[in-house]
């Protein structure tokens, strides 16, 4: 046998192998003949790209996932791409709004056409448009321009995001702003006067005179404190860290402090509170601070937009063995059926007899809080005769909460 030297001896050793490989992975013919047009793969086979359908198909998918709506339109401004997003948007089926001009299905809420003011290719627009059933949203539109793979004319792409949730809340937070000035403002005023007219005329006032100014001066700072503690309550509610703290409470005491705490109010509209409640009631496990808040808020209410000179009644009773009803009746004009169910909301308020607004809005909202905390109910009734019933209901025993759960205001 020939001597090799190391390097040709590892050089054959390779080619020996390369042919082993070779006949291991070609296909053998029913005879054992190797086929020399086709070779059976090895086990290591190469990476196979998706082909294109299922590349479609997976787009696709990603597209109709996207919560915001995609909509596509030719030159003609007729749509022919709808996603199942902007089918959830403007409540028109796909099917329906395909092929339809773009301005039928996004009318402009303020009248002329979308399509002179759709956004250009990488601009961005917020415009105010009509869903199907006609309800107004403002929605923010963002353009672009694409050359479809299966045509060369230019088509417009629009991506659509509600943000009628949004303008809303700014909207609020804006009118609450230029609200809260003017409700600090007015107490302090009436306040700043008559301390300055105490100061200046103290030897010469009258003890009616003076009473009269003191009155004053009780009732700004009870419309202060007032005012303070619901937008507290109303922060507190907000982030998530609003909590009550039950204490065997005396509700004929909760009830004569909320009425000694609005009786300036009701002195200066003439108003007259009549107070009923059931004998031999138990002490109730309740936060008598707010407890006492929410009865503030409703006499309150009804102190400003009830008549000047008419009654409001302050009823506790028991309709049932463990559960508590208070309720406050007005005689103004009462509330619409339409407009009670958000009564409750934050910064809603409603017009008085005679058109005036009072407050921020945030009274009945804290209301609602503190009394679904402590496991009860509000709202709102017609009054027979005329006026209003805001009331809510408290169960006498706290509901027990269940091993590992927790008060829903706890923050």
Request: proline share 6%; glycine share 10%.
């Amino acid at each position: 046998m020939p001597r090799f030297s190391k390097a040709a001896r590892r050089s054959l050793l390779l080619v020996r192998t390369g042919e082993r490989r070779r006949r291991k992975c070609a296909p053998v013919s029913r005879r054992g003949a190797h086929r020399a047009s086709a070779t059976r793969p090895c086990a290591r086979r190469p990476f196979k790209r998706p082909v294109a359908s299922s590349a479609n198909a997976w787009s696709d998918t990603l597209i109709q996932s996207i919560v915001e709506g995609i909509v596509t339109y030719d030159a003609a401004g007729r749509i022919t791409f709808f996603s199942q997003g902007a089918e959830r948007i403007t409540g028109w089926p796909s099917d329906e709004a395909l092929g339809r001009p773009l301005d039928g299905v996004l009318p402009l809420a303020r009248g002329g056409s979308f399509l002179e003011y759709a956004p250009p290719g990488g601009g961005k627009r917020q415009l105010g448009v009509l869903t199907r059933d006609g309800r107004l949203m403002t929605l923010a539109v963002t353009g672009a321009r694409l050359i479809p793979p299966t045509s060369s004319a230019v088509q417009m792409a629009l991506v659509l995001r509600d943000i009628s949730e949004e303008q809303a809340i700014r909207h609020l937070r804006s009118y609450f702003l230029d609200n809260i000035s003017h409700e600090f403002r007015t107490p302090l005023s009436a306040l700043k006067a008559s301390v300055e007219l105490l100061l200046e005329e103290v030897d010469s006032l009258t003890s009616e005179e003076a009473a009269e100014l003191l009155g004053s001066i009780h009732r700004s700072v009870t419309g202060l404190q007032a005012l303070i503690d619901n937008l507290l309550e109303s922060a507190r509610i907000e982030a998530g860290h609003f909590t009550i703290r039950r204490l065997p409470t005396n509700l004929a005491d909760v009830l004569d402090e909320a009425a000694d705490m609005v009786n300036p109010l009701l002195v200066r509209r003439r108003q007259r509170l009549t107070i009923t409640q059931p004998e031999g009631l138990p002490p109730i496990h309740v936060d008598p601070t707010r407890l006492t808040q929410v009865i503030v808020n409703l006499l309150s209410n009804a102190c400003k937009y009830g008549p000047i000179g008419e009654a409001i009644d302050l009823t506790a009773e028991r309709p049932e063995a463990d559960l508590l009803r208070v309720s406050v009746a007005d005689r103004g004009e009462g509330i619409p059926p339409a407009e009670r169910g958000n009564l409750f909301r934050r910064f809603v308020r409603l017009a008085a007899h005679d058109g005036t607004q009072y407050g921020v809005g945030l009274g009945l909202s804290v209301v609602k809080a503190i009394v679904e905390e402590h496991g009860g109910q509000v709202g709102v009734d017609e009054r027979p005769g005329g006026g209003s019933i805001f009331w809510f209901t408290i169960p006498l025993e706290p509901r027990k909460l269940a091993d590992g759960e927790q008060s829903s205001g706890a923050g």
